[in-house]
Each structure stands twice: as structure tokens, then as C-alpha cells.
């Protein structure tokens, strides 16, 4: 594996991983100041409440600028269109990607650390599995400057975090009654329907039909490419099978409470 460096990357990946630490101690404060000044339920939580509060505060943070910033190399750019750039896809990168990158790990990082702390509060072992995942491929990426179109792809799936996100912050608030929980609800379905099943469908699509140029990639991230999608790609469907038992049963509850206010 070529991990040599030029001088634009001995600079960008770095600080961009110690970026992602500081914005998530950043947004971690900025949340915790807001809620208790915002939100009058929030100085009623316990300590560990606080804390995970605090925690998907960062968490939605990184989602959106993770999932906007992979969105627009991916569509709008032209970073990897065909006959725009010499290189064959699998060997296209530019500074922003190893930006986000870098961003990325200093997020996952500071989160796991996090769960390890307070293990298992704050999430269980499938989450040690899918941040250790995530953070094998996200290195080797960044590390070999390989398949940087994949994991950008991968990264487009946080955009069903903030909806998870707020889904656990209305069920501490005591708000799975509301309408706001059920929209919520079926707006996560439809973003993990898009986000985390179809569009791994065109991923996998997408590595067949370039299969190609995935073959030129050393041996260590081609075996990691063939076994780590679809390791998280099982997780997303084990995952959208609670969603859609929860969505069904939180549809069901508003149909017998509409029921009975019409009786």
C-alpha cells in the first residue's frame, strides 16, 4: 500500500482529524448551553441523560456536514464525472474528500470513546462494530487515497442520523404521542429506505460494473472492499427491520388514539 504523501495531504488529513475532535467538544458544549437555557426539561435529566444528549448534539452536526459535503463531490462537482479527469475513478480524490475524511475520524473517535467510557449507555456492540468499520475503511481511504467515491457513498447514509437523533429526543421528552414523532418516524423509514438499503444497492452495482478498476487497488483495501460494505450493509437492514416493527406500531397507536377521540 502507497502511503506516501505530498505536501497539500502531510497537512489536510491531520488537522482535519483533530478539526473533528474539536467540533465535536464544540458542538457538545454549544448543546449543552442552548438545551439548558432553551429547554426546560433539559436540567431535569440525570447526569447520563445529559451526556447522551450532549453526544447526538455532535452527532447530528457531523451527519449533516458529513452527508451535504459527500453530496456535493458526489453530484455536483465534477470530481468524479467520466471523461473530466485522467485518473480512472477508483484513484480520484481531491483535498476536500480528505478533509472530510480526516473530519470523520476525529468524529468517530471521540464517539467511541465515548461509548467505551460509558459502555454500554451510550450504545452496544453492534455500535463498537460500526464505528470500528467505519474507521478501518475510512484509513485505509485516506491512508492510500483509494475508492474515495465508496466512501463517500457510505458517508451520504449519515443523513438518516438526525432523524434517529430526534427520534430519541422526543421519546425522552415524553413525545411519542405527538404528530411530530410519527412524521418523524416515517421520515426516517423513507430516508433509511433511500439512504441505507437502495443506495447500497447502487453501491454494489456501481463496484460490479467498475470491478475493473476495483481489481487495481492493493490487496489488503480490494479484500476490505469485497467484506466491509457488506458486513454494514447487513447491519442497515437489521437496523431497518426495528424501524419498520417501530413504525408500524407507532402507526397503529395513532390509528386506535384517532379511534377513539372519534367515538
Not at 51 to 73: D, I, K, M, P
Not at 98 to 121: C, Q, R
Not at 151 to 164: G, K, N, Q, R, Y
Request: hydrophobic share 50%; proline share 3%.
Amino acid at each position: 500500500m502507497d502511503v506516501r504523501f505530498g505536501p497539500e495531504e502531510q497537512i489536510v488529513w491531520p488537522a482535519s482529524v483533530l478539526a473533528g475532535i474539536l467540533m465535536c467538544a464544540a458542538v457538545y458544549d454549544i448543546t449543552r448551553e442552548v438545551s439548558s437555557r432553551c429547554y426546560k426539561g433539559y436540567n431535569g435529566l440525570n447526569e447520563l441523560h445529559k451526556l447522551e444528549w450532549n453526544n447526538r448534539g455532535f452527532s447530528t452536526f457531523h451527519a449533516l456536514v458529513a452527508a451535504v459535503v459527500s453530496f456535493y463531490l458526489l453530484v455536483i462537482s465534477d470530481l468524479f464525472s467520466k471523461d473530466v479527469h485522467g485518473a480512472i475513478i477508483i484513484d480520484r480524490k481531491s483535498w476536500m474528500s480528505d478533509a472530510m475524511f480526516g473530519v470523520t475520524l476525529g468524529y468517530f473517535l471521540t464517539d467511541l470513546l465515548m461509548i467505551l467510557w460509558h459502555f454500554p449507555s451510550l450504545g452496544g456492540k453492534e455500535y463498537l462494530l460500526h464505528h470500528g468499520l467505519s474507521m478501518y475503511a475510512i484509513s485505509l481511504a485516506l491512508l492510500s487515497g483509494k475508492g474515495h467515491v465508496y466512501i463517500l457513498m457510505v458517508l451520504i447514509t449519515e443523513a438518516t442520523t438526525p432523524f434517529v437523533n430526534l427520534r430519541w429526543y422526543l421519546d425522552l421528552a415524553g413525545r411519542k404521542d405527538s404528530k411530530l414523532y410519527l412524521y418523524n418516524g416515517v421520515a426516517l423509514f423513507a430516508g433509511w429506505l433511500v439512504a441505507r438499503v437502495i443506495l447500497f444497492v447502487y453501491f454494489f452495482a456501481h463496484v460490479y460494473l467498475h470491478f475493473d478498476q476495483v481489481r487495481t487497488v492493493f490487496p489488503l483495501g480490494f479484500y476490505s472492499m469485497m467484506a466491509v460494505p457488506p458486513a454494514m450493509s447487513a447491519m442497515n437492514l437489521l437496523w431497518f427491520r426495528k424501524i419498520c416493527k417501530g413504525m408500524v406500531k407507532a402507526m397503529s397507536s395513532a390509528n386506535r388514539s384517532q379511534c377513539v377521540k372519534t367515538d
